[in-house]
């Protein structure tokens, strides 16, 4: 091939959307009004997308949730929650539907007890790209590629009291998105990441039992990436997560969870007068700085943490309603939307479902579904006594 190929068009356009981390959904400034548009662009941002139905559809929350299969991704230390012996999850979301119908992310994730205080998990996330055609200058030699990214973690979390835990995980990351193109510079880029993690529960009785919970988690602490053998390396999307969980269960049917996430990228923030000047920073540098680097001083610092709100209605622990809203600043990225979804747990599987409604227009994130079935120990009990 060569290095004059001609990329097909809707590669450039899924390319452009990956390395800026989605940011094309923000609306036009108004030109009546000085705002700065400055988003953050990372690396490998399909590490940012939140995988699972439950989690989906409660507006992306997830940091001091309940304890499920699905903890690795949001807070691994909350596994030493987690009820019964061990527990998996299958998810599959089609990504970017308005705009492509073959990009897609699955996720498996699960989790193991060691004994009462200990637990390990893992979990592995493959996002796919879908088949994309490039061909030579003279547009003949045609040849079909399926660019892919996954990330392969294990963890251990811990009880460090009756309410208290913590929890570390280690990953892996490969991005193949450019190798292949024609062009011998471009090669698949690798990384190396760690996350830690707290997580604080305690359930009282009150007119009914209420639990409040807490959790921080800071992922994807790790090297930088790059996909042309080392020459330029990119950040991966280091991130700090912030929330907590009010449960109110009225009796031993129904309940009520109110989740609130913070979320902040812990990468640099461009600068205007020097661009390359954030690239150049150190990892660990990074995350020091990177409250305190935005040119538009606290404002812009404060408009750098979305904003994660949700609600779990549980009926007889079998079915559950949930909805959320996800908000971004409109110099950040502007990603705002609404999601929904439906939970069912049967004797075998449980199965979630979710739907994500945006606000802002033209949004390619718009109409976003995702699919989850669950297992643990009390499905395999069930499946043996049929």
Known sequence: MGRNCVIHKEL?????????????QGQPLSTGQEIRYNPISTAVPFLTITPDSRHGAMGNVGAATSPDANSQYLNPSKYAFADGKYGFSVSYTPWLRKLVNDVNLAYLSGYYRIDDKQVIGS??????????????????????IRPNEFALDFSYSKKLSDYFSGGVALRFIRTALMEGYGEESFSAGNAFATDFSFFYNRTW???GKKTFAAGIDFSNIGSKISYNQGQTKEFIPANMRLGATFTNEFDKDNSLSFSLDLNKLLV???????????SNKTVIGALFSSFSDAPGGLKEELQEFTVSTGLEYLFNSKFALRTGYFNESKNKGNRKFFTTGVGVK???????FSYLISTVRNSPLANTIRFTISFDEDS????KKR
């Open 12 to 24: 450039v356009f899924l390319l452009i959307l990956i390395i800026s981390g989605w940011n094309v």
């Open 380 to 383: 395999f009990k069930n499946r």
């Open 123 to 144: 979990s592995l996330r493959y996002f796919s790209i879908g088949d994309v055609s490039y061909a030579d200058i003279n547009g003949s030699n045609s040849v079909t």
């Open 205 to 207: 009785e009150s007119t």
């Open 346 to 352: 049967t004797n075998i599987c449980s199965l979630d």
């Open 268 to 278: 640099p923030t461009p600068s205007e007068n020097n661009p390359s000047e954030s």
